[in-house]
């Protein structure tokens, strides 16, 4: 009979031994919540830097309240008029019932408005004693588009009249310009549809 001896015993390899490190558990970093607000201390500062950049001395709010004083500088814009009146729509114009009124105060050379105001036909007419529309106006400081502005005492008040407010179309337009005075309160423009090229002299209420 054959037989088989079968030898349990240890491998040996030429190769160095490696350890096999055990693997760790993948950590996360823990996030900020979306949608949060900056810390209060943030804020201050934000402020702070945004008025060093303009120049402005930083000007303390109360939580809730208003701030206690205007920096340095800034000027007030006073809403007293400077120009009032009525502008009143007549002849083609007497029973206009839509389209917009422009009001513009213009140095006597040419140059862009100092003042303007739109007013809407719709909304804003009135009646006068004999029943003609009219819309009764005021023009102050805070009418400007470029801000604080130096108002001659002579300049050129201009009432124009758009059917659609649009400045590209021209038809149906009514403009009728006048020189007036700073501080005139009881000024009377009169629309009648037609076009007019050079300004006229002032004229007052006359009760129409």
């Known amino acids: 009979m054959c037989s088989f001896r079968i030898v349990l015993g240890t491998v040996r390899s030429d190769k160095p031994e490696t350890h096999m490190v055990p693997r760790q558990p993948m950590r996360y970093l823990p996030q900020a919540p979306r949608n949060t607000t900056p810390s209060r201390g943030i804020v201050p500062l934000l402020i702070a830097l945004a008025c060093a950049s303009c120049g402005e001395k930083p000007v303390r709010v109360e939580e809730g309240g208003a701030p206690t004083q205007m920096p340095q500088g800034h000027p007030e814009i006073s809403a007293e008029p400077l120009f009032a009146g009525a502008v009143v729509f007549e002849m083609d114009l007497k029973e206009v019932d839509s389209g917009y009124l422009f009001l513009n105060i213009r140095p006597e050379v040419h140059a862009p408005p100092l003042l303007s105001k739109r007013y809407e036909i719709a909304t804003d007419t009135t009646r006068t004693e004999n029943g003609y529309q009219q819309i009764v106006f005021d023009l102050s400081a805070r009418d400007s588009m470029m801000g604080p502005v130096e108002i001659p005492e002579k300049v050129v008040l201009e009432a124009w009249y758009d059917p659609d407010g649009m400045v590209e179309t021209k038809e149906g337009v009514s403009r009728k ?32």
């Open 177 to 208: 310009p006048m020189t007036v005075h700073r501080g005139d309160l009881s000024l009377e423009v009169r629309l009648d549809g037609k076009r007019k090229a050079g300004p006229g002299p002032a004229k007052r209420p006359s009760g129409v």
